[in-house]
């Protein structure tokens, strides 16, 4: 790389690391072009990032940054992930470090909040914003059907009275 490329990719990797909303720091020594790949497409199919980036890079890009926390984690064969929604970067790495044991999660960054490997597992648990928000508009709606049910229930039942009458009235 020259300077310039240099340059460029430390300014583009600060922004990546002022805008995510989670990066996950891994190892990734013996993991193969394929299982790389692999990993890639699953986690732009999520909707987030994969950067294989030179260690002194990564630091010089922290510097003035929320996760600037994280920069111990650089040793070694060390990958990025990152996303917008904070809980997407997360999942997908534990579920591919699951049936790959090449990578290695070292830790991430969560806004100001540098995460160790353990706490990255647990954010990995958490259902991601689009889960809670259809959970929470279910929530929203539970009350209404209810409140509907029950006002309708009264006339209902008046209605099934006035048909008993009814009824009644024709057999006499």
Same mark, same amino acid.
């Given at each position: 790389? +020259?300077?310039?490329? *240099?340059?460029e990719?430390?300014? +583009?990797?600060?922004?990546?690391?002022k805008?995510?909303?989670?990066v996950?720091?891994?190892?990734?020594?013996?993991a193969?072009? $394929?299982?790389?790949?692999?990993?890639?497409?699953?986690?732009?199919?999520?909707?987030?990032?994969v950067?294989?980036a *030179?260690?002194r890079?990564? *630091?010089?890009?922290?510097?003035?940054?929320?996760?600037?926390?994280?920069?111990?984690?650089? *040793?070694?064969?060390?990958? %990025?992930?990152?996303?917008?929604?904070?809980?997407t970067?997360?999942k997908?790495?534990?579920?591919?470090?699951?049936t790959n044991?090449?990578i290695?999660?070292?830790?991430? $960054?969560m806004?100001?909040?540098?995460?160790?490997?353990?706490?990255v597992?647990?954010?990995?648990?958490?259902?991601?914003l689009? +889960?809670?928000? $259809?959970?929470?508009?279910?929530?929203?709606?539970?009350?209404?059907?209810? %409140?509907?049910g029950?006002v $309708?229930?009264?006339?209902?039942?008046?209605?099934?009275?006035f048909?008993a009458?009814?009824?009644?009235?024709?057999?006499?």
């Amino acid at each position: 790389m +020259e300077r310039a490329e *240099k340059r460029e990719f430390v300014t +583009e990797l600060n922004e990546v690391f002022k805008a995510s909303g989670s990066v996950v720091v891994a190892h990734y020594a013996g993991a193969t072009v $394929a299982q790389m790949n692999d990993f890639r497409s699953k986690m732009r199919a999520a909707g987030g990032t994969v950067k294989v980036a *030179k260690n002194r890079l990564a *630091k010089i890009a922290l510097q003035g940054t929320d996760a600037e926390g994280i920069s111990g984690l650089f *040793k070694g064969q060390t990958l %990025i992930a990152y996303s917008n929604d904070p809980i997407t970067a997360p999942k997908v790495v534990m579920d591919f470090a699951k049936t790959n044991d090449k990578i290695v999660v070292l830790g991430g $960054a969560m806004g100001t909040t540098t995460l160790n490997a353990d706490a990255v597992k647990s954010l990995a648990t958490l259902p991601s914003l689009d +889960e809670l928000r $259809a959970k929470l508009l279910g929530m929203i709606q539970t009350p209404a059907t209810r %409140i509907a049910g029950v006002v $309708a229930a009264p006339a209902s039942q008046l209605a099934r009275v006035f048909s008993a009458y009814a009824k009644k009235d024709e057999a006499a």
